[in-house]
C-alpha cells in the first residue's frame, strides 16, 4: 500500500517534467561550437526543463538544415545570403550571438613572438609573391628580428568554411590584386601553399612545417600555443591578435536594422583588423509556442550570462549596446 | 548397365520430390546478387543525375579545366586528375618492385614454409590496418623525412622539373610513398598466387635443361606468371585511385598544375571528403560530377584488372 502510494506520486512528480521538457535541436559553424555547447550545459543548470542540442557541422550545412526544418536553429559564421533567406520565406532571423578573430599562426624557427606583418606583407605571402622569410617587405618592419631565408609555406583550408569566407573578405577589400586573382568565399583557390582540413588541421600543418604561416581563429591559436603575427590595420598600426583588441574592432561596428554586418576592414586605431560577428539564425514564427519561448530563453541567457563564458574560450564577448540591439530583435521571436 | 538404371530409377523419385519443393536457398541468392547489381546501378544512377546540372553547365570544359574556384563557380579537374593519376602511378612504381620481390620470395622455398607463412599474414596484415592510421603515420614519419631530404633533393636535382623546389613536407612523394605501402598487400598476395600457380613441371624442365635457379625465375616462372603480375598492379592501381583519408591527410591539397613530386597536389577522392560538407549549389553539382569521373575510373582500371586475371588463370591452367 505504501509502495503504491510512492510509486505514484513519483510518476505524479515526473509526468509535469516530462510535459514541459522542450528540446531544441541546433546545427551550424564549427567555430562557436565550443562556446554553445558550453552554454547548452550551462543554460540545463538554469533551466532544466529546456535541453539544448548543438552540433558542428559546419557553416553552409548549418544553413541548410536550418532551411529544411531539420533544426530548430541554425548558426554561421557568414550570414545568410538574399536568395538564402527568400528560400525560408524570410522566416529568419539573424542573431549575432558571439564574436572571434581570425589571426595569422607561423612557425618560424628562432623568432618566438611579435612578428609584424604589414599588408603588403601579408598579401604578398598568401598571394606567393613573396617566397622567402627575409624578403625585404617582411624585415622592413621587423628590425632587431632575425628572419632565416627559409621559404615560407602558406597554409589553407582544404574544406569550405566561414573561416576561409571572413578571411579572404578581408583580402579582398585591402587588396585589389587578390580581389582579382583569388576573391572572397568559403572555399577559394589559394595560388600558393598546402591546405588542411579544419582548424585543427591546418594547426597540424603549421606546427609541423618550419617556415609555415596559415589562418585560424584566435581561440584555437591560443588553445594551440601557436604563435601569432601582429597585423597592420587600416589606420597604420602594428595591431597583436588580443581579446581587448578585438573588442575594440567590434565596438566600432555600426550594426543596422537586420544585424548583418560585414567587417572587412575596420578603421579604428586600435582595431585588429580580421574580425567577424557568428550569427545564431532562429526562426521569426515557430508554430510550437513552447519553441519559441526555449529559443528565446537560450538566446538570451547566451547573451547575457553566457558571454562571460565567451573570453576563456577565446571568443569576444559582444558590446553592451550590441547585446541591448540583439535582446530587443530577440523579443519579436513568436 | 541394368543395375545403373536401377539405382538411378530408385533416386529419381526424391529427387523429384526436392525438385517440386521451391528452392529458397536458390531464390535467396538469386536476390541477394541482383540486389548487388541493383544497388551498383542505384548509386552510379544518382550520382549522374546529382552531376547533371553541372555535366550541362560545364560539359567536358570540366575534365580539361584548370581552376577549382568555387568562390567564382568556376569548376575544373584536370589538375586532380592528373595528381590522382601521378600519385597512383608514383605509388605502383614504388610498391611493384618491392611487393612482386616479396611474391618471389614467398612462393619459392627460400625459407622453411612456416616462415614463409609468417611472413605472408603480415604483408596481408597491411591491409587490414585503417586508412587513417596509414595517414597518421604519414604525418608523423613520412613527412619529416620528405621534408628533409626533399630540401636536399631539390637543391641538388631542382633544375629537372620533377625534383624543382621549395619542397613541401605534403607532397605527392609523401602520399605516393605511403599509398605505396598501402596497395603493398594487394600486388604481393595475387603476384604470389600466380606464381605459385605456374606448373611444376616448368620449373622441372627448365632445370633439366640446365638453367639455374634465378635463370629459371626471370626467364621462365616470371614470364608465366606475367599476366597475373600485371593484374595484380592494375588492382592496387584502382586501389590507390580510391583511396582517400591517408592521401587527404598527406597530399597537401592544392588543385594546381605542378611538375615537381614535391609540390602539393590533390586527387579526385581527397577533394571530395575535403569538399561536400560545405558545399552548396552547383558546387554539390560538381563535386558530383568529380564523383562520376573517380566511379568510372576506378570501374574501369578494377574491371581491366579482373579480365587480366581472368586470362592469366586460364591461360596457366592451359599448361598444366
Redesign the interface.
Known amino acids: 500500500m505504501n509502495r503504491t502510494l510512492i510509486a505514484l506520486s513519483l510518476i505524479a512528480a515526473s509526468l509535469p517534467q516530462i510535459g514541459a521538457a522542450t528540446a531544441l535541436n541546433g546545427s551550424g559553424a564549427t567555430f562557436p561550437a565550443p562556446l554553445y555547447l558550453r552554454w547548452a550545459s550551462d543554460f540545463r543548470k538554469d533551466s532544466p526543463d529546456i535541453i539544448v542540442n548543438y552540433q558542428g557541422?559546419?557553416?553552409?550545412?548549418g544553413i541548410?538544415q536550418f532551411s529544411d526544418g531539420i533544426t530548430d536553429f541554425g548558426a554561421s559564421d557568414v550570414a545568410m545570403s538574399d536568395s538564402e533567406i527568400n528560400k525560408v520565406n524570410g522566416n529568419v532571423l539573424m542573431l549575432p550571438a558571439t564574436a572571434g578573430t581570425i589571426v595569422l599562426a607561423y612557425n618560424i624557427p628562432g623568432v618566438q613572438t611579435g612578428l609584424k606583418l604589414s599588408r603588403n606583407a601579408y598579401v604578398g605571402i598568401l598571394l606567393g609573391t613573396i617566397?622567402s622569410w627575409n624578403d625585404p617587405i617582411i624585415a622592413k618592419d621587423n628590425e632587431g628580428v632575425t628572419l632565416p631565408n627559409l621559404?615560407i609555406?602558406a597554409v589553407s583550408r582544404?574544406?569550405?568554411?566561414g573561416t576561409t569566407a571572413v578571411f579572404?573578405a578581408h583580402l579582398d577589400a585591402v587588396s585589389p590584386e587578390f580581389a582579382s586573382k583569388v576573391?572572397?568565399?568559403?572555399?577559394?583557390?589559394?595560388?600558393v601553399?598546402?591546405?588542411?582540413?579544419g582548424n585543427d588541421g591546418v594547426t597540424?600543418?603549421i606546427k609541423?612545417?618550419?617556415g609555415a604561416i596559415g589562418y585560424v581563429e584566435f581561440g584555437y591559436a591560443e588553445k594551440n600555443n601557436l604563435t601569432m603575427a601582429s597585423l597592420q590595420n587600416k589606420a597604420g598600426n602594428f595591431i597583436a591578435p588580443t581579446l581587448q583588441s578585438g573588442a575594440a574592432t567590434l565596438a566600432s561596428v555600426n550594426l543596422p536594422e537586420n544585424l548583418r554586418a560585414f567587417i572587412t576592414d575596420p578603421e579604428g586605431a586600435n582595431d585588429y583588423p580580421i574580425a567577424t560577428f557568428t550569427w545564431l539564425l532562429v526562426k521569426k514564427t515557430y508554430t510550437d509556442a513552447a519553441k519559441a519561448a526555449a529559443v528565446k530563453a537560450f538566446v538570451s541567457y547566451g547573451l547575457t550570462k553566457g558571454q562571460s563564458a565567451a573570453p576563456e574560450l577565446g571568443y569576444i564577448t559582444l558590446p553592451e549596446n550590441v547585446v541591448a540591439k540583439v535582446q530587443s530583435v530577440l523579443a519579436t521571436v513568436k | 548397365m541394368g543395375g545403373n538404371s536401377a539405382v538411378t530409377g530408385s533416386i529419381h523419385p526424391i529427387a523429384g520430390e526436392y525438385r517440386r519443393r521451391p528452392d529458397f536457398f536458390r531464390g535467396a541468392c538469386w536476390l541477394a546478387s541482383l540486389l548487388t547489381i541493383v544497388l551498383l546501378a542505384f548509386i552510379i544512377g544518382e550520382i549522374l543525375i546529382k552531376a547533371f546540372p553541372a555535366i550541362s553547365k560545364f560539359g567536358l570544359g570540366f575534365i580539361t579545366g584548370i581552376q577549382w574556384s568555387p568562390n567564382r563557380d568556376v569548376f575544373g579537374v584536370l589538375p586532380v586528375l592528373i595528381g590522382t593519376a601521378a600519385s597512383s602511378f608514383l605509388a605502383l612504381l614504388l610498391a611493384l618492385p618491392l611487393g612482386l620481390a616479396i611474391a618471389l620470395f614467398l612462393s619459392e622455398d627460400f625459407l622453411p614454409h612456416s616462415v614463409r607463412q609468417v611472413i605472408r599474414f603480415v604483408v596481408e596484415l597491411l591491409a587490414a590496418i585503417p586508412s587513417v592510421v596509414y595517414g597518421l603515420w604519414g604525418i608523423f614519419v613520412v613527412i619529416p623525412l620528405i621534408q628533409q631530404y626533399g630540401a636536399v633533393l631539390a637543391s641538388k636535382l631542382g633544375f629537372i622539373p620533377l625534383f624543382a623546389g621549395p619542397a613541401y613536407g605534403n607532397s605527392l612523394l609523401t602520399a605516393s610513398v605511403v599509398l605505396a605501402l598501402m596497395v603493398l598487400p594487394t600486388i604481393t598476395a595475387i603476384s604470389r598466387s600466380a606464381l605459385v600457380s605456374v606448373p611444376y613441371a616448368l620449373r622441372e624442365g627448365s632445370y633439366a635443361l640446365g638453367a639455374t635457379r634465378w635463370e629459371t625465375i626471370l626467364s621462365v616462372i616470371i614470364p608465366t606468371a606475367a599476366p597475373g603480375i600485371v593484374a595484380s598492379s592494375i588492382l592496387a592501381f584502382g586501389r590507390a585511385m580510391g583511396e582517400t583519408m591517408a592521401v587527404a591527410m598527406l597530399i597537401g591539397n592544392s588543385q594546381r598544375l605542378s611538375w615537381s613530386l614535391l609540390s602539393p597536389s590533390n586527387t579526385l577522392s581527397a577533394l571530395l571528403a575535403n569538399q561536400f560538407a560545405e558545399a552548396d549549389g552547383i558546387q554539390v553539382s560538381a563535386l558530383m560530377y568529380a564523383a562520376a569521373l573517380l566511379v568510372v575510373l576506378t570501374l574501369g582500371v578494377n574491371i581491366a584488372g579482373e579480365a587480366v586475371l581472368r586470362r592469366t588463370q586460364k591461360a596457366t591452367s592451359g599448361l598444366r
Open positions: 557541422v559546419g557553416s553552409g550545412a541548410k617566397k621559404p609555406t582544404s574544406d569550405g568554411s579572404t576573391g572572397s568565399g568559403k572555399s577559394v583557390t589559394w595560388p601553399g598546402v591546405a588542411g582540413k597540424a600543418l609541423q612545417t618550419p
